[in-house]
């Protein structure tokens, strides 16, 4: 990945942009991901939960939305095996707070064998714009 170099509006250039090939290659993988096993391993995440996300995306999120800080950020979650970055923002979250409701061992077991089938199936993956961005 490219530094996030400032647009000359001084915001920083879109992750389309800035990533290179072979992040792209590593993000379809999901290969970055692995450094958050160190996250899972310190007990600050979860294999299975919601993604984490952005602080700055706090104001944005509805009373249901903001339900899914109820558990643990995860590797992998419902919204990953349900459409991963196909889905819109609504969507995604509307996932996260299924996974809250629906909390349960037998649905975490569910999630991990589902991953990697989300994983390679996938046809592409887009980057996901920023919450806050206009798509």
Same mark, same amino acid.
């Given at each position: ?16 942009? &800035? ?7 590593? &993000? ?108």
């Amino acid at each position: 990945m490219r530094p996030p170099a400032p647009q000359p509006s001084g915001l920083p250039m879109p992750d389309a942009d &800035r990533i290179t090939p072979l992040g792209r290659i590593l &993000r379809s993988l999901a290969i970055d991901e692995l450094p958050q096993l160190v996250n899972v391993l310190q007990g600050h995440m979860s294999l299975v939960g919601p993604r984490p996300l952005l602080p700055d995306y706090l104001p944005h999120y509805t009373p249901r939305q903001q339900q899914r800080h109820l558990v643990k950020p995860g590797l992998t979650g419902l919204a990953q095996v349900n459409g991963r970055n196909h889905s819109t923002w609504e969507e995604r979250l509307e996932w996260d707070v299924r996974y809250v409701e629906r909390f349960s061992l037998l649905l975490d077991i569910k999630i991990l064998l589902l991953t990697p089938r989300a994983l390679l199936c996938s046809r592409q993956n887009p980057v996901m714009p920023r919450l806050d961005e206009k798509s």
